[in-house]
Nanobody
Framework: QVQLVESGGGLVQAGGSLRLSCAAS?????MGWFRQDPGKERQFVAA?????YYADSVKGRFTISRDNAKNTVYLQMNSLKPEDTAVYYC???????????????????WGQGTQVTVSS
């Protein structure tokens, strides 16, 4: 069982930056970030498992990284837009998921979420 705790969310103006952190209680093969607006499905944002992967909507603006010594994954978010507003969830996967890294089923454990609000 891996427990995940996110931090770093908040309110920022459009064009600003935030860095999200996710501390895991144990090691995971893959780590990812998803986000969810009220009434909408949870969407893939980024993942890391050696290589990094990004949703087209955040490519070039967001960077995912991990510190294996600390079992922590980060999401650096730059040039934020109002449409980035959502609850951001950290996820951890214990097995190789092939090309399904962007799907929720590739991950076994989830954090409680952290709110990111971007004002225009």
């Amino acid at each position: 069982q891996v427990q995940l705790v996110e931090s770093g969310g908040g309110l920022v103006q459009a064009g600003g930056s935030l860095r999200l952190s996710c501390a895991a209680s144990g090691r995971a093969y893959a780590m990812g970030w998803f986000r969810q607006d009220p009434g909408k499905e949870r969407q893939f944002v980024a993942a890391i498992r050696g290589s990094t992967y990004y949703a087209d909507s955040v490519k070039g603006r967001f960077t995912i990284s991990r510190d294996n010594a600390k079992n922590t994954v980060y999401l650096q978010m730059n040039s934020l837009k109002p449409e980035d507003t959502a609850v951001y969830y950290c996820a951890a996967g214990s097995r190789y998921s092939g090309s399904y890294y962007y799907t929720q089923r590739a991950y076994d454990y989830w954090g409680q979420g952290t709110q990111v609000t971007v004002s225009s």
